[in-house]
């Protein structure tokens, strides 16, 4: 099971860091996902990292604000959240890749998810 950390509540503007530390997987060989979601709505895809070759995903909303990157060391994939908005208050989940890759940021593509974390967004 995938484990997230580091929401809270934070000032319109600020930042914050979510971790999401692998459990039984080499980061490697996966690509990783982080999602979303507020209460009555879908669960939607924020940014996707493909360890394999590198390559990152971003919703468009998020472009420019939120970098997605990884330390195998520590076999953790980060999300660095800056200037962040209301709009970005939700439960966010990190979870794998059902094909190894990016090709989707649908929630139905990805698996073993984690409990989430929340963060807040409120002045």
């Known amino acids: 099971q995938n484990v997230e950390s580091g929401g809270g509540l934070v000032q319109p503007g600020g930042s914050l860091r979510l971790s999401c530390a692998a459990s039984g997987f080499t980061l490697d060989l996966y690509a990783f996902g982080w999602f979303r979601q507020v209460p009555g709505k879908k669960r939607e895809g924020v940014s996707c990292l493909s360890n394999r070759d590198g390559r990152t995903v971003y919703k468009d909303s998020v472009k420019g604000r939120f970098t997605i990157s990884r330390d195998k060391a520590k076999n953790t994939v980060y999300l660095q959240m800056n200037n962040l908005r209301p709009e970005d208050t939700a439960i966010y989940y990190c979870?794998?890749?059902?094909?190894?890759?990016?090709?989707?940021?649908?929630?139905?593509?990805?698996?073993?998810w984690g409990p989430g974390t929340q963060v807040t967004v409120s002045s």
């Open positions: 979870a794998t890749s059902l094909y190894g890759d990016c090709r989707s940021t649908e929630a139905n593509d990805f698996g073993t």
